[in-house]
């Protein structure tokens, strides 16, 4: 969710979301998960100013994404639909 963010703080990716499930997240499962995300490598956390953290994609998240595309792609191809072309 934090690639092809424009801003990248907890907020940002709150709003995001939101957005993305058409309904409110709360903020204490919010934080809690991204803290989950930074302990196992697939997010780095650092200060924005000294109210907001932002958030960035490491290269194991990268390589995550990756490979479950790969794992989409597979079961797409067996039914007959062509994957997305990858950029």
Same mark, same amino acid.
């Given at each position: 969710?934090?690639? *092809?963010? &424009?801003?990248? %703080? *907890?907020?940002? !990716? &709150? ?5 993305? $499930?058409?309904?409110?997240?709360? %903020?204490?499962?919010? $934080? ?5 995300? @930074?302990?196992?490598?697939?997010? +780095? &956390? *650092? ?6 953290? !932002? $958030? ?5 998240? @990268?390589? +995550?994404? +990756?490979?479950?595309?790969?794992? +989409?792609?597979? $079961?797409?191809?067996? !039914? ?8």
């Amino acid at each position: 969710m934090i690639i *092809g963010l &424009k801003e990248t %703080h *907890g907020l940002a !990716v &709150k709003t995001e979301l939101d957005d993305y $499930y058409e309904q409110e997240i709360n %903020h204490g499962r919010l $934080y809690p998960n991204l803290d989950n995300l @930074v302990e196992n490598c697939l997010l +780095e &956390k *650092g200060e924005l100013d000294e109210r907001a953290n !932002v $958030y960035t994609i490491t290269p194991r998240d @990268v390589r +995550e994404i +990756e490979a479950r595309r790969d794992w +989409e792609n597979q $079961y797409l191809e067996t !039914v007959g639909l062509q994957p997305p072309l990858q950029e």
